[in-house]
């Protein structure tokens, strides 16, 4: 078994717990504003020295938490996803398991070559985030279950900027980008929660640095539901850009 694996992971210094509190905390937020705060997360856990499928698994302990927080404080807010969320949970679900699975039997390093290039895809929507479309054209159930189910898919498998596509998707059928936020952190929180089996039986959680992250992780929640609501998003989109070109370099071990 390679260092690292069995949920051991490498020991973590306080510079890397820091760093990983850091990243959770403005990943947490802008994952509640629209998404795509993996994008940070993945690379920052394979810069303090786990592989690339082992920082797949322990991102989603965080995500997780994160979810679960926002989830809770749009609620208290009084913007509560679950009810619209219910009638997508079972192919956003299936999807899930299917992404995950498939995701956790592939090697560490064509696992951050494809994370890498789904870094810089995903960063186009991450800089132009959706808006609703209350007059555009309405999926029919079956065309709905099929997109969530799509949407289960990658989440499983890469987690990263799923809830810009869970949002995209749900503000086409109309949904403001709040209501739509509070029902995404909902699905994405049930999509990880089935999502994360699979990392366990790969032995793909390294759980030191799975607890620091969502630390980070729960604190970035309950303020990005807050600014959710009162608006803040272009604050931080540019400063997340200019991080994840950067860091998709790194994956890409373009240096």
Same mark, same amino acid.
């Given at each position: @078994? ?32 629209? *998404? ?70 592939? *090697? ?10 789904? @870094? ?111 608006? *803040? ?23």
């Amino acid at each position: @078994m390679p260092p690292g694996r069995g949920g051991q992971g490498a020991i973590l210094t306080l510079g890397d717990a820091a760093m990983l509190v850091g990243g959770g905390l403005a990943a947490g937020i802008v994952n509640t504003l629209a *998404g795509g705060g993996s994008l940070l997360t993945v690379p920052l856990l394979v810069l303090t020295g786990l592989p690339g499928n082992l920082a797949n698994g322990s991102n989603r302990i965080g995500v997780g938490v994160q979810t679960a927080a926002s989830a809770w404080r749009f609620r208290q807010l009084g913007v509560s996803g679950v009810e619209d969320a219910l009638p997508l949970l079972i192919p956003v679900c299936v999807g899930s398991l299917v992404g995950a699975f498939t995701i956790s039997r592939i *090697g560490d390093a064509l696992f951050e070559r494809l994370f890498g290039l789904v @870094m810089l895809i995903v960063l186009v929507p991450t800089l132009r985030p959706p808006r609703p479309r209350a007059d555009g054209p309405h999926w029919s159930r079956k065309v709905s279950y099929a997109v969530f189910f799509a949407i289960g898919l990658y989440g499983g498998a890469f987690q990263a900027g799923v809830g810009l596509l869970g949002v995209a998707a749900l503000a086409h059928a109309g949904y403001d980008l709040v209501r739509a936020n509070s029902i995404k952190v909902v699905l994405n929180l049930v999509l990880t929660l089935f999502a994360i089996p699979a990392f366990l039986l790969a032995g793909q959680i390294a759980w030191t640095a799975a607890l620091v992250l969502a630390a980070g992780f729960w604190a970035g929640g309950e303020l990005g539901a807050r600014l959710a609501v009162r608006g *803040g998003e272009r604050i931080i989109r540019p400063v997340m850009a200019l991080a994840v070109l950067a860091l998709a370099g790194r994956m890409l071990r373009l240096y």
